[in-house]
């Protein structure tokens, strides 16, 4: 058997031998983690206690010399070695992996975490679907108007979503090397392209927002312009905060933390509600009171986003210029990412552009679907965001365990395809039995009854194809996830005109959303089930991932 030598820090080496709360921690310590490394026959044995031992002062001696981690230091200025050991052993108690645990133990963490992540997927489409209640009680028209207005604030933001990903990716794979310092800069640098891109967002809506509505609305829909013009003017006030909040939340998320981004969206929820009342319904400013309650939520979601961020020990108000070599790297790792998401929101714009062109009965029915499709889809995002968050250790970690992966990603599709039927008839009940709590006009109601069918059709892959997208994105298999995201969106823009052009109306818009969804699902499974996929393949070359290391 090849043995291999490993350097010693004299100092880290020392600091180890001298600790006797250390010597008792590791020997306890080390031998529950290492019994699965034995062979059979000897995992039973009680003769572990030295072995392990040495094994664990290599491990930790050789994390401090590689790491440079000073001793905590007490109030006389003197180090503190035992604490500091102590410390790491405590985190590493809380590491451990998911290939050491059973089924039941990841379904209970899984749950712990996607719990308060629901709500945080939850928090964005209730904010609009607020908005659209509100909106929907006062005038048809200026319902009609968040149609074009939603599209052009919320839809062009999830283009930015890729920035989300990649920063919980980085600051996922920085954590498992415990390097703090360089995730505090990995967070500064995209804090400082998620501010870029929102002045970017900003400074372009102001140029060209009347115009991309313009496009969007076509000239059957000319009286719905200014209300929706006056709602995307407001909200663009709010592009710096919301894209630096999202980078604040996703580095809270990449450090499996889903309960301080919880609380801050659920203030700014809060917030929302409180506004539309308030400027809304007893001051009656309308479409333009909404605007200014979505965008004041925005901005205190963003704050206490940072503040979450602040508590766990990093800087959320550092912003650092990335070097030329940072952004190739980021590029390399979102370039496919933007591929993804833009393809998705064009094809989301491309649905409510159809419908828009059908007249403002129609285009009113659609905005009362496609946000209640939104509010109900997202409760399928946290199963991606789990696999995002706990598949990595298993398919590319030190203790890589693909069997383990495999079990994990079935119970995820098992929860969102029993997801999946629940949120169907849930929410193809409210609109079906109480269509009133959105809007009193009977010819929009009826509208909307027309697309009950394939609502429910796409509602009830969602949540399992949510979960197949996550496992993709944890192997890091980006470029089969962006191409076949696109041929996604091509073919449903082939149906899209097909509908149209065959006088289908607003139920054919819907039933080619039938179609995206369900290719997309059935071909990222076929990707996951292949010798190829990343829980089959043996091959570790698509995870070599630069470290973003040099300021």
Known sequence: MQTRSLPLSSHASLQIHKNPLFLRQSSIFSCKTS????????QNSLLLPNSCLMKQ????ATCCSNHRQEPISNNDGSSNPSVSNFKEEEEERKMEGLEKQSIWEQMKEIVMFTGPATGLW???????????????????????ALGPGTVICDYTSYVFMFLSIATSNLVATSLARQDKKEVQHQISILLFVGLTCGFLMLLLTKLFGPWALTAFAGPKNLDI?????????????????????????????????SWGPLKALAVASAVNGIGDIVLCIFLGHGIAGAAWATMLSQVVAAYMMIEALNKKGYNGFTFSVPSWNEVLTILGLAAPLFVMMISRVAFWALVTYFATSLGTNAVAAHQVMIQSYGMCSVWGQPLSQTAQSFMPELIYGINRNLSKARILLSSLVIIGATLGLVLGIVGTSVPWFFPNIFTPDQTVVQEMHKVLIPYFIALSVSPGTHSLDGALLAGRDLKFISL???????????LLILARNGGYGLPGCWFALVGFQWVRFFLNLQRLLSPDGVLYSEDMSRYNLEKLKEA
């Open 35 to 42: 019994r699965s490394f034995l062979p059979p026959n000897f």
């Open 57 to 60: 002062r290599i491990k930790l």
């Open 122 to 144: 939850l928090c964005g489409p209730l904010m609009s679907l607020i908005d659209t209640a509100v909106i929907g009680q006062g005038s048809s028209l200026e319902l009609a």
């Open 225 to 257: 312009l200014p209300a929706a013009n006056t709602y995307v003017q407001i909200r663009a006030l709010a592009w710096p905060t919301v894209l630096v909040g999202w980078v604040a939340q996703s580095a809270s998320l990449g450090m499996k933390d």
């Open 484 to 494: 076949s995201t696109f041929g996604c969106f091509s073919l449903g823009a082939v």
